[in-house]
């Protein structure tokens, strides 16, 4: 397996120019351990909507509003309320209580009952 870069290493890539499929190809390495939110810049690098709208779908689905935020500054779209209703029911069902909480502030604040 292919070794991730180190802290810096990786700050140095992330604000330089890089390859396309360099970048999707440390994105890659990122999601096979698990590191979904360091994946995120490489995939924006890579222009890889998919790989990046694939993300969006699980921060939805897992209730992760640190990931749905960060993925959707990539992807240059707004998180609607009934979005952030669904990422609140998703994460209480996970325990997660207080992304569960900022979910429902988000979505109560665009309107959503």
Do not use: C, N
Not at 3 to 9: A, G, H, I, T, V
């Amino acid at each position: 397996m292919a070794k991730l870069p180190d802290p810096l290493s990786r700050r140095h890539l992330v604000e330089s120019p890089l390859d396309p499929a360099k970048a999707r190809a440390l994105a890659d390495l990122y999601l096979e351990q698990g590191r979904s939110v360091e994946a995120v810049a490489f995939l924006r690098k890579a222009e890889a909507t998919e790989g990046l709208e694939a993300l969006r779908a699980e921060a939805v689905e897992t209730g992760d509003v640190f990931l749905l935020r960060e993925v959707s500054t990539a992807l240059g779209s707004d998180i609607d309320a009934r979005t952030w209703a669904t990422v609140a029911e998703s994460a209480a069902a996970a325990g997660r209580e207080a992304y569960a909480d900022e979910a429902r502030r988000q979505a109560a604040a665009l309107g959503a009952s």
